[in-house]
């Protein structure tokens, strides 16, 4: 049994109910209590792994009315939850929240979920690191209300031309568009656009840098969307040039011997 004096942290997933991971479903069962980001989890998942609970949905909370709430289960020697979407420590806002906890001395626990980067790379079949293609991932996100540090501007980070994986920015895909064109991607550099990942209304829009805001606008994309950017998404098209080393015939590793023809 989960214990009763801490608050766990639980990424949810990214939305398919079957994509929280057994300890977080677990939690949620055992739970007395659950604060859930009610705008961006689907309320379905908590029906199903929390039908006992009394839950709070934050989507119209501020911090310190989720923190009551959280603060007031553990007084009470309840079990309590504060579920987000995808992994809390991806622009989950978690740091805070745990601040105010340390503040009140109250003990907490993060369990990881399933962000949704893996999970639109897992509808476009795609891996995101391929033999000298990329070896790089880049989580980030354009400015907007929250501003990023002058260095990690989109525009300084696409000088690498690696995998990029962008958050919290398709409303202003003209805007994204151009930033990446100014670092090492070129107007036929692929990418995807995937919207609501594992979600039943999944959307998926795919194109170029020259296309790919005009398909956006056409498909009526404005929110929960990531776009996906890269080579590595032309591979998947075109056919490997390289293969990993690790299942070559020829590649000796700890676990096994290659054979030299």
């Known amino acids: 049994m989960v214990e009763k004096n801490i608050v766990h942290f639980v990424g949810a997933g990214p939305g398919d109910a079957e994509l ?36 709070h949905d934050s989507a119209g909370m501020t911090l310190e009315e989720t923190t009551a709430v959280l603060a007031r289960a553990v007084a009470d020697g309840r079990r309590a ?7 809390p420590s991806i622009y989950g806002a978690i740091q805070e929240q745990m601040a105010e906890l340390d503040r009140l001395g109250i003990g907490y626990e993060v369990v990881p979920g399933v ?54 920015s398709v409303a202003m895909i003209d805007q994204v568009v151009a930033e990446l064109l100014a670092g090492a991607y070129t107007h036929a550099t692929p990418v ?47 056919g490997l040039k390289a293969k990993s080393l690790l299942y070559d015939k020829g590649f000796s590793h700890g676990c096994r011997e290659g054979i030299i023809t």
């Open 81 to 87: 939850v504060r579920l987000h979407t995808g992994d």
């Open 20 to 55: 929280i991971t057994v300890k977080g479903a677990r939690l949620l069962r055992e739970a007395d209590v659950v604060v859930y980001a009610g705008s961006l989890v689907d309320r379905e998942l908590v029906r199903t792994h929390a039908r006992d609970a009394e839950v």
């Open 115 to 168: 962000t949704s980067a893996f999970a639109a790379a897992a509808t476009l079949k795609q891996e995101l690191t391929l033999p000298e293609v990329s070896q790089t991932v880049i989580i980030t996100r354009l400015a907007g209300k929250t501003p990023v540090p002058e260095g990690e501007r989109l525009r300084e980070l696409a000088r690498s031309g690696a995998t990029m994986v962008i958050y919290l």
């Open 192 to 238: 995807a656009v995937v919207a609501r990942a594992s979600w039943s209304d999944e959307q998926v829009v795919e194109g170029t840098l020259a296309d790919i805001a005009g398909k956006v606008q056409v498909a009526g994309i404005g929110k929960q969307a990531l776009i996906l950017v890269g080579d590595v998404l032309r591979a998947r098209r075109e």
